[in-house]
């Protein structure tokens, strides 16, 4: 579990990075699960290439397939940590080329693949040998906040001024997590363990204590710059 802490802090980081860069504040990162190492990683880029796809989870399955061939095989080692559920048609990408897992912060309320809209990472249309598991609410409240952040400064960016009520910054309230749209009982409890089997059932947070560090201080470009020379001195030979 404290690995995948880890890795999410990681997507965490980056996607504080993209926000501060003006991009959707939604990040990922693909992790070798045998090698526990950084493959790719990704940040949502479609304010700067103006285009409706080019999202986070396309820019490290891109980096892969550069650098190790378009052979699916790796994919299934790989877990990926994505702060936002991947969208509909992420979640296909996904599946279709095997992925092993999927960890993620908070859902995604109107495109989310992984359970809150459709249930493609199990379901029988989309190459049915390749389900895989997603679990939901690592670090959520850090992932909604930093897309209140995004939207608060964005609203301030409107011809027309908001009321004030709009622009307000809630940090204290939070919507419930219906864990079962997601995963099994079972699935929950190998990944967090049975002692928070009441939250699966309340729809409470497994984490519930938000990290603001993580959120408010800015990374530089430094950061992004350990993660590029990680990515590439990893090396995984299929
Ligand atoms: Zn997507």
Redesign the pocket.
Known sequence: MSQDLLHMRTAITLAKYALDHEETPVACIFVHSKLNKVIAYGMNGTNESISG?S????MGIKQIQEKYGTDPKIFSEIVLYVTVE??????SALKQLGIKKVVFGCGNER?GGNGSILCIHNDTSTNKSNKYVSIPGVLRREAIMLLRYFYVRENDRAPKPRTKKDRKLDKETFPPLQWDKYLTLEEFEEEFGQEFRDAFYSHRDVYDEIDWDLIDTGCDERFLHDLIEQVQSVNCTY
């Open positions: 796809i999202h986070a989870e396309f991947p969208c509909i048609m992420c979640a495109f």
